[in-house]
T-cell receptor
Framework: DSGVTQTPKHLITATGQRVTLRCSPR?????VYWYQQSLDQGLQFLIH???????AKGNILERFSAQQFPDLHSELNLSSLELGDSALYFC?????????????FGSGTRLTVV | AQTVTQSQPEMSVQEAETVTLSCTYD???????LFWYKQPPSRQMILVIR??????QNATENRFSVNFQKAAKSFSLKISDSQLGDTAMYFC?????????????FGKGTHLIIQP
């Protein structure tokens, strides 16, 4: 157990639908990062939140959004889903200002869009 | 923008052998971090080793070591005395300085298979 918790582990939904992925960071970590892993694009950084505020955006589609709540858990919202959104979505966390020591990743949410 | 290239999609070696995975990167940054992550069949991303660009000494973690050549922008991973449990996807990753705020840039990965 890495200490980063992601739910659900698996999600199957239809095109056009909206889903929410949840992440609880490791205790004490203020930063949460979201990554997408797909066969086509590999591992891509989506977005970073630090203590409730957005810090950096990567290759995140406009149909996707995220937020971090006061208890530091984060949610990634994916809407108007397309077949190409099928992927493994990872959450990772790091302590304040210590991203250079590497992140701790959760076990991922496998999203299948049918 | 940074790019990370792993030129070996798949490698296979016998147990107990030494194997080296290649990684090159392109950046205009002078200070940054480099990482190797392991992804076994369980899908979990596990940090194997990290290197700070301003440190000339190559990082080592038990059987894992790196050969960091900053001028050549090369960052290879050497696994000594390979074990069956080393079978996994290995990803090389780059992070700009700034506390990691901008996330990691990953290579496409190398699938390493350790044969008994």
């Amino acid at each position: 157990d890495s200490g980063v918790t992601q739910t659900p582990k698996h999600l199957i939904t239809a095109t056009g639908q909206r889903v929410t992925l949840r992440c609880s960071p490791r205790s004490g970590d203020l930063s949460v990062y979201w990554y997408q892993q797909s066969l086509d694009q590999g591992l891509q950084f989506l977005i970073h939140y630090y203590n409730g505020e957005e810090r950096a955006k990567g290759n995140i589609l406009e149909r996707f959004s995220a937020q971090q709540f006061p208890d530091l858990h984060s949610e990634l919202n994916l809407s108007s889903l397309e077949l190409g959104d099928s992927a493994l979505y990872f959450c990772a966390s790091s302590p304040i200002g210590r991203g250079g020591y590497g992140y701790t990743f959760g076990s991922g949410t496998r999203l299948t869009v049918v | 923008a940074q790019t990370v290239t792993q030129s070996q999609p798949e490698m296979s070696v016998q147990e107990a052998e030494t194997v080296t995975l290649s990684c090159t990167y392109d950046t205009s940054e002078s200070n940054y971090y480099l990482f190797w992550y392991k992804q076994p069949p369980s899908r979990q991303m596990i940090l194997v080793i990290r290197q700070e660009a301003y440190k000339q000494q190559n990082a080592t973690e038990n059987r894992f070591s790196v050969n960091f050549q900053k001028a050549a922008k090369s960052f290879s991973l050497k696994i000594s005395d390979s074990q069956l449990g080393d079978t996994a996807m290995y990803f090389c990753a780059f992070m700009k300085e700034r506390g990691g705020a901008d996330g990691l840039t990953f290579g496409k990965g190398t699938h390493l298979i350790i044969q008994p």
